[in-house]
């Protein structure tokens, strides 16, 4: 009796913890759909990145940038600014969906020595990779965006899109990896999500020719 009662006890904790679960599912979906109404990204630069080029020593490439977070004003959020082992570099990010406007959250960024690897789902690559979320994630904002009203609707969409709990989020979001195989040492280069919600990689050219 007492073999029963603990399998029926477990049970319970069980179905209950997978209610809670669902429950939870079920109200970040509500929070996240509400929260983007009349509300989105678009037309906006998320991340600069500066290249300075490539390097090899002890038969290891190495490249470096300096990428820097911007909000919707492009006030920078965060730089950082570092090497990767590798040839050249390729960024992970979230896309969600909702009302047919797009939200792009940076995920990692990381080093490949070829360009077979950008589209391989590498966990070795993203650990010696940079993450990038915990930059423009603070105190239940998302500091994508101004002012602190919209951080806070924008942290519901970025909680619901990268919570690894939140299973029902894979009908609404999918990961986008951008390879930068063509980006250049000493250029500049901005990451665009588009009027249309297209997400583009474009180089920005210097305000004063002579700094070509």
């Not at 919570?163 to 250049?184: A, D, G, Q, R």
């Amino acid at each position: 009796m007492g073999k029963k009662k603990n399998i029926s006890i477990c049970l319970k904790i069980f179905l209950a913890a997978v209610l809670a679960l669902c429950f939870f599912n079920l109200f970040s979906f509500a929070n996240c759909f509400i929260k983007s109404r009349n509300f989105s990204m678009q037309d906006n630069e998320i991340l600069r990145i500066r290249f300075f080029g490539n390097t090899e020593e002890n038969g290891t490439n190495t490249v470096s940038a300096n990428i820097v977070l911007l909000d919707n004003a492009g006030t920078e959020i965060a730089v950082v600014e570092r090497s990767w082992n590798g040839s050249f570099l390729a960024m992970d990010f979230v896309k969600t969906e909702f009302y047919g406007s797009n939200y792009y959250f940076p995920l990692d960024i990381y080093a490949v020595n070829s360009i077979s690897e950008v589209y391989k789902n590498n966990k070795n690559l993203k650990k010696t990779g940079t993450n990038l979320t915990k930059y423009y994630i603070d105190l239940k904002r998302c500091l994508l965006v101004q002012p602190i009203q919209l951080q806070k609707k924008l942290f519901s969409i970025a909680d619901f899109s990268l919570n690894p709990f939140i299973f029902v989020s894979v009908f609404f979001t999918k990961k986008i990896t951008l390879s930068l195989h063509e980006c250049e040492g000493g250029k500049t280069y901005g990451i665009y999500v588009k009027k249309d919600g297209i997400f583009r990689l474009e180089e920005e050219l210097p305000a004063n020719p002579t700094d070509l």
